[in-house]
């Protein structure tokens, strides 16, 4: 069964500091990973998603790098700016083949605070 | 163009009664899914539906909970008999294709008493 683990599980950090945000994940058969935002009393809005065949994927301020034999993916976001406020999740999709392979399996997010 | 979109926003109920969450997803998607998230248990999947394949319900905690799709757009997620433990938020997502990205709506907050 897939675990995934985020940590920290909060994180508080002045505005303009460059940070990261980790994600594990137990079974490396994974389709891709995505990371998520989700503001209070909202849905998720997808930041970025990596195919598994692939190292990383940048959009602006946010880099997300992907390791899938060590089963780890990591989110840098670069000077942190206050509405960057959020909880922060990471997903896997598990490989094509096996049952299930449709659903996404969540870690229990990084609640991530910029202080002006 | 319009995104996912959820109904009711909010939902009180006692226990015992039945309760309908529906389900816009993106015209055009032919993959919708429905998660639940509780402050014990994270974000959970429950059931998904990808075109006229029968759903994958693996994720329904029990035989009170059903969903279906009526005509490959609109879902409704069905909670009979509902618990106290059924309290949480239930959020409905879609995408293009079963492997395309999740987009999700902003979810039932559901309350039982």
């Known amino acids: 069964k897939q675990e995934v683990t985020q940590i920290p599980a909060a994180l508080s950090v002045p505005e303009g500091e460059n940070l990261v945000l980790n994600c594990s994940f137990t079974?490396?058969?994974?389709?891709?990973l995505q990371w998520f935002r989700q503001d209070p009393g909202k849905g998720l809005t997808s930041l970025l998603l990596?195919?598994?065949?692939?190292r990383e994927q940048t959009s602006g301020r946010l880099n997300a790098s992907l390791d899938k034999s060590s089963g780890r993916s990591t989110l840098y976001i670069a000077a942190s700016q206050p509405g960057d406020s959020a909880t922060y999740l990471c997903a896997v999709r598990r490989r094509a083949g096996g049952t299930s392979y449709g659903k996404l399996t969540f870690g229990q997010g990084t609640i991530l605070t910029v202080h002006p | 163009g319009a995104g996912v979109s959820q109904s009711p926003s909010n939902k009180v109920t006692e226990k015992g009664k039945d309760v309908e969450l529906r389900c816009d997803p993106i015209s055009g998607h032919t993959a919708l899914y429905w998660y639940r998230q509780s402050l014990g248990q994270g974000l959970e999947f429950l059931i998904y539906f990808q075109g006229n394949s029968a759903p994958d319900k693996s994720g329904l905690p029990s035989d009170r909970f059903s969903a279906e799709r009526t005509g490959g757009s609109v879902s409704t997620l069905t909670i009979q008999r509902t618990q106290q433990e059924d309290s949480a938020v239930y959020l409905c997502a879609s995408s293009l294709m079963i492997y395309q990205p999740q987009h999700f709506g902003d979810g039932t907050r559901l309350s039982i008493l």
């Open positions: 990596i195919q598994s065949s692939q």
């Open positions: 079974d490396s058969a994974i389709y891709n």
